[in-house]
């Protein structure tokens, strides 16, 4: 009787054991950045002001590589000081603020790539022609995006963060994004 090496190749050298998870843990926060408004002169680092705060009960989407939408290797919820605890196989993860879900079937149909790209919709400032109607629709349906890449190395317990950052809007036109009129004097 001979011993069946196929099977035992297919099963790997371990026999089919999972691979070793590490420990992931770590602190999510919402990150504030203030900056006075001058009109493009020079801000001195001493005038701007970070507030951190934890993101208690934020859900968060674990999809294994450096993409939103494929795979979901975990879903997690952070508590009340926004920490967050799993384990994930080595490897990098793509994670995502939010309940987000997989990308669609990889086997649909494609969008046709030689057709014209539809026409904005119409808002307040795309009605002013010093906006650019593109980039503000661009900003009002943005592709999805990683808030946080995590290398997980090895089995070894990792400690990781997610900060989502954000900054004060100056009240000037010019300053806004997609701005495409002339600029100050």
Known sequence: MSFPWPLLLLLGADGGAPPPRAEVSGVALRQRVTRPCRGGAAVSPEEITIESAPLGGQPLTVFVGQRPGGAVAARLKTDGQGR??????????????????????????????????????????????????????????PAPRCDALWPVPSPEPVELRVVVSSSNQCPQPWARPCWRGPMPP
């Open 84 to 141: 967050f605890q799993t384990r994930l196989e080595p490897g990098t993860y793509c994670v995502v603020l939010g309940d987000a879900q997989p990308a669609p079937d990889a086997g649909a149909p494609a969008p046709d790539a030689g057709a014209p790209a539809p026409e904005p919709a119409p808002n307040a400032m795309s009605a002013d022609r010093n906006y650019d109607a593109h980039c503000l629709e661009a900003l009002a349906h």
